[in-house]
Each structure stands twice: as C-alpha cells, then as structure tokens.
C-alpha cells in the first residue's frame, strides 16, 4: 500500500502537459507506400491557463518510416494561440514553464511549447521550438495573447 502511494504522489509531482486534438491535414507530398508527407493541424488547451487555446501547425514525414513513427519531422512549427474564454492565471504560473510537447522523432528530438507571462504588458507569449539530443534548432515561432475581460456574446 505504501508503495502505491509513493507512485501516485510521484506522479502528481510530474508536469501537466496539454494533449493535441488534430483539427485537419493537407497532403504536401504522395508516397507510393506508406502515407503521404503532410501538414498536420492541432490544437490544445494551455493545461494551467483555462481560457486559452493554442493552435500548432507542423509537418509530418511520410513514407514507410513515417507510417511506422520512425522517421525524424522536420522542426519547423507555427502557432496561433487565442483567448477561447475568461483566463484565469493560477497563482504558481513558472515563466518558460513548458506547456505542451511532443515526440518528432524515435528517441531524440521534440517539439515542445513553452508559456511566459509579460506582466508590463499584461499578455501571455507562447513559444513553440523543436529540440534534439545533442542539438536543437533555431527554428521557432511566436504568438501572444492580450490578457482582457472576456466579454461572452
């Protein structure tokens, strides 16, 4: 019994982090075997942060490899992130706190999303980049979201 208490605890002390919904697709490349080279479209909502949704655009390899989840996504990435409701900022809000990320290749490299609150101005930045192992891009891409009174309709 102890000892599924101290797992369940460890677990609670992991980060929370967003789950992509896929919103849609575009083919950009046909493959004889396998699916094709594509653009896929996601969203997710910032786990900490309700009222705040973020829309990622990324590419997906195709092909044998890619259709067995092992070939490596380009690190390009785009991102839109909107007000979907009142936001609420919790009071344990960590700057560059990571809010979403996903596997790009077998082992190695990610793509991840990470959260900064500019108090000066009071909005919320979201940044999406891709890392590796041993090395990460410079490829990334940013989008931020004034904080106002959410007005419903």
């Given at each position: 019994m102890k000892v599924l208490k101290a797992a369940v605890a460890g677990l609670m002390l992991l980060p929370v982090l967003a789950a992509a919904e896929e919103i849609g697709q575009v083919s950009t490349v046909f493959k004889f075997v396998g699916p094709n080279d594509r653009i896929v479209v996601e969203a997710f909502d910032d786990p900490k942060v309700l009222g705040v949704t973020c829309y990622l655009s990324r590419a997906k390899a195709g092909g044998v490899k890619g259709g067995l989840g092992l070939a490596e996504d380009r690190a390009e990435a785009s991102i839109a992130c909107r007000q979907v409701g009142p936001i609420q900022l919790p009071a344990d809000?960590?700057?560059g706190e990571e809010v979403f990320?996903?596997?790009t290749s077998l082992v190695f490299?990610?793509?991840q999303v990470v959260r900064?609150?500019?108090k000066k101005r009071n909005a919320l930045v979201y940044l999406v980049y891709s890392d590796r192992l041993?090395?990460?891009s410079p490829q990334n891409a940013v989008t931020a979201i004034p904080i106002?009174?959410?007005v419903a309709e």
């Open positions: 809000l960590k700057e990320k996903e596997r490299k990610t793509m900064f609150h500019d041993i090395e990460g106002r009174p959410w």
